[in-house]
């Protein structure tokens, strides 16, 4: 069974920056595609950012230029750094994992194909 535990949601001004982190266990990272969702109160689960390698990386028009996603295999870590943050990014921040195979970009942002899901964590932004 995989495990993943999400980690650095907060409270931030407008503007500021925060620094999500999951964390992976119960099998060998690299195997997954990682990504990011996040969901708003009476909203749906927003794709925000997937990771299938170490430098391919898929992000919501949204957050294109803020948010950024990094994967750090040794630790089993991905991790996503949000900068110039809107009253538009507050949501619980998911982290999520697959090892189905995808073929198109749309796919990758879809939940169904995610198997494994944290707790979430909560960011809020005040404006």
């Known amino acids: 069974q995989v495990q993943l535990v999400e980690s650095g949601g907060g409270s931030v001004q407008a503007g500021g920056s925060l620094r999500l982190s999951c964390a992976a266990s119960?099998?060998?990272?690299?195997?997954?595609?990682m990504a990011w969702f996040r969901q708003a109160p009476g909203k749906g689960r927003e794709f925000v950012a997937c990771?299938?390698?170490?430098?391919?990386?898929i992000y919501a028009d949204s957050v294109k230029g803020r948010f950024t996603i990094s994967r750090d295999n040794a630790k089993n870590t991905v991790d996503l750094q949000m900068n110039s943050l809107n009253s538009e990014d507050t949501a619980v921040y998911y982290c999520a994992a697959t090892q189905q195979s995808w073929s198109t970009a749309t796919e990758a942002m879809t939940t169904s194909i995610y198997d494994y899901w944290g707790q979430g964590t909560q960011v809020t932004v005040s404006s």
């Open positions: 990771s299938w390698s170490l430098r391919t990386k």
């Open positions: 119960g099998r060998a990272f690299t195997y997954y595609t």
